[in-house]
């Protein structure tokens, strides 16, 4: 989309963020470099993005920063459109992720409900069930040359195994939602192909709701559809637009946790073996991977309702703000001066917002730490040698602008 926006926004010094992240470290060192608040340009679009921890702590609970669209003056005013690629990540419809306040509480009460530290408990079972069976899968997988793709064969599939079992979904479906969601999230894929992908994932859920509408079972979904005594029930949009954005959200941020973890771990040996003599727990390397190289990297967006002054700078009524998570993952005054390096025994690890803060903190944030830290011991303990079949520098991340991922993870299993 041609937007009047886009060339005044890159002669004034605003950062481009790379549809192609070609350079994602680099790019976080000029949004951190760039101050507390920086001017970003989405696609053509002008938005705010908040680098520092102390400040986005104060702005995710902001009451005066909302999640509706409707907010947004570019929106208001017609220069943004349904033409622009990233509209879907914003106006996706009604949920718990674009409502706030009452109607958020009540939107998110029974995933919350759903995903408790005793259920969690309960399926850890069947999560290193699926550990181990994926586990096998990945010896079988093995190529002439040894090489297997560590995402394509176990991390990709896990997730999705885990967050089909809870929302009642046939893992005959699984194979057709990672495609539907890569597609969609990818900016390789024209934005009319983008609208049908989306149009069709609401016929899927749409579908998926009315049956267990008449046919409940004891998953995520039934739950969702049946109100409790006396409770207002969801409507038929709203379960949908819940199950659309929690099973991105479940198996997409659970993906790059697990990768990005192992590429880190490959990449500090010194690390790896404080690990596996046990001098140091397996959460650690979680919470250390969750800061310093985070699997979301940019969440949008939220809207200013009123002006807001941050710092120096005044987040003016109708601009959008975006959070940036792996910038403010790697802030100075928050981790010290050697934010930028990847450190297990780092006191400050537990000290990051991956998951957000405040009311729209991810609800299934527990559960991808459950999923990590089963995941990653039984792989080193199944296979000690692993090792990248690749210089490090050859592997790439998928164009995504919101997701921190890996086109492919090519490994030797040793």
């Known amino acids: 989309m041609n937007c009047p ?14 549809p192609m992240v070609q350079d994602l470290d680099g790019e976080t060192v000029r949004l951190r470099d760039a101050g507390v608040l920086a001017r970003i340009d989405l696609l053509g679009v ?10 986005a702590r104060q702005l995710l609970v902001d009451p005066r920063l909302v999640k509706d669209i409707d907010a947004w003056g570019l929106w208001q005013s017609g220069v943004v459109t349904r033409a622009w690629p990233l509209i879907g990540m914003i106006d996706a419809g009604r949920s718990m992720f ?10 998110r009460t029974k995933i919350s409900q759903a995903l408790t530290p005793r259920r969690l408990e309960a399926i850890r079972p069947d999560i290193e069930k699926f550990t181990d069976e ?18 394509a064969v176990f991390a990709q ?9 809870l929302m009642g979904v046939d893992e005959a479906q699984h194979a057709m939602l990672t495609r539907q969601y890569k597609a969609f999230f990818s900016m390789l894929t024209p934005q009319d192909e983008r609208l049908a992908l989306l149009a069709e994932l609401d016929v899927f859920y749409t579908d998926l709701v009315r049956e267990k509408t008449a046919r409940p079972t004891d998953d995520l979904t039934s739950a969702l559809i049946l109100a409790e005594e006396g409770g207002e029930p969801l409507t038929e ?14 198996h997409e941020t659970t993906i790059g946790l697990v990768l990005n973890a192992v590429r880190a ?14 001098e140091v727990g397996w959460d650690a390397v979680v919470e250390e991977t969750l800061r310093w190289d985070t699997p979301t990297t940019h969440l949008l967006m939220r809207f200013a309702t009123e002006d807001i002054a941050v710092g120096e700078e005044v987040i003016r009524k109708g601009e959008g703000v ?7 993952g790697r802030d100075f005054e928050q981790h010290g001066p050697d934010a930028d390096a990847f450190d297990i025994t780092r006191p400050t690890r537990n000290r990051h917002m991956t998951f957000g803060h405040g009311p729209h903190i991810c609800p299934g944030a527990a559960l991808s730490r459950v999923e990590a830290g089963i995941a990653l011991p039984a792989l080193f303990a199944r296979f000690p040698g692993l090792r990248l079949a690749v210089p490090d520098e050859e592997i790439t991340k998928l164009p995504v602008m919101t997701q921190n991922d890996m086109a492919a993870f090519p490994v030797l299993l040793g």
């Open 5 to 18: 926006h886009a060339e005044a926004a890159r002669n004034a010094g605003v950062i481009a963020i790379d």
């Open 46 to 55: 002008p938005a705010w993005t908040v680098t520092r921890h102390a400040e």
């Open 98 to 107: 674009t409502v706030d306040g009452a109607e958020h509480r009540r939107l």
């Open 134 to 151: 994926l586990l096998d899968a990945l010896d079988a997988a093995r190529g002439e040359d040894g090489v297997v793709d560590l995402k």
């Open 157 to 165: 599939p896990l997730p999705m195994k885990v967050v089909g079992m």
């Open 237 to 250: 949009e709203e379960v949908v637009g819940n199950l659309k954005a929690m099973v991105a959200a479940g």
């Open 265 to 278: 771990l490959l990449a500090h040996p010194d690390q790896l073996r404080l690990v596996l003599d046990g």
């Open 322 to 328: 975006v959070i940036s998570y792996r910038a403010i």
